[in-house]
């Protein structure tokens, strides 16, 4: 193939890769003018007014906090990558993506243990947390419940779109597994921990979860799918009467009703609530979006992690079940 074969061949993975980042470097500008210096890495940057830039990305305790969420995320994305295009071309290895998974969490667990003890670092990771001096069973998890049911449903949409199936399809093989373990793995965490009404009424549950829909939505679920397609070398535009078919209008809907419909929800309830009492302040509008971005940046990398080691169980083509 020429270059410019190559270039048609590319460019949509490019730009998945190539926005989000461009995203990222955006949110360091904000933080470099709303602080007059570039020179970032010690600067008091989180909403907390308490963590610098390093300790904001390096922030363990909110990454423990993130697992169970996160896990949902790289099972949605790695569903919705072998749902628009079925048959990797290579695979990573999943022990290889797993380990180092399961190595970051293992260190994010034993920092935070060194900082507030073990318990409290247990705490963490069974979503007792939300914040630092916020703790309360399932707490953590229903202040991401809506965000996460967006994703999920957001994911596939995008497989839709990208497949050219007018925003749906029907899951078979490896994808109808991985999509229907994430579901699982979302109402198991949701029945343990229960649906608070804080879900729908409190202003800063609902300002939390407008804000990783921002978040994830722009930068986690684009940049995932994107490294996802150039890890299994699936450059080329699907084919979209492989392994794909149009499903009944109930699906469509109601993939529209929690991509639209949630964002419409939490966008009309937000604007009853005073700012202030949906995030911490302490270090301006830049605190609460720019600096968001960089406390996510492990989560993104385990979400990625989980999506690698999810895809890569791939079975090969021909072999993944029929219509």
Known sequence: MNLAGVLRARWPTALLIGVPLALVAAAFGWLAAEHDTWHLWHVTVHESGRYTL?????????????????????????????AAEPGARRRPSPAISATIALGLVMLAFAVASREEGARRAMQDLLQFRTRDDDSTYGAHWNFHLLSTVWFGSAALMAAAVW???????????????????????????????????????????????AREILTHGL?????????????TDRGKTPDPGRQIAHVASGQRMLLWLAVAGIPVFLAVAFRRADLAATAQMHSGLAGVVAAHVFEHLLDIGLVVLVGLAAIAMERPAGRSGGR
Do not use: K
């Open 54 to 82: 390093a300790q904001t990305v390096f922030f363990f305790r909110h990454f423990l906090r993130e697992v169970p969420v996160d896990v949902a995320m790289g099972l949605f994305c790695a569903a919705a990558v072998a």
């Open 219 to 231: 930068i986690t679920l684009p940049l995932t799918i994107g490294l996802l397609r150039w890890a």
């Open 163 to 209: 497949a050219g199936r007018g925003g749906a399809v029907r899951l078979v093989g490896t994808a109808r597994t991985l999509h229907l373990v994430a579901w699982a793995w979302v109402a198991l965490l949701t029945v343990v921990f229960g649906v608070q009404g804080e879900v729908f009424t409190s202003a800063r549950y609902i300002g939390h979860q």
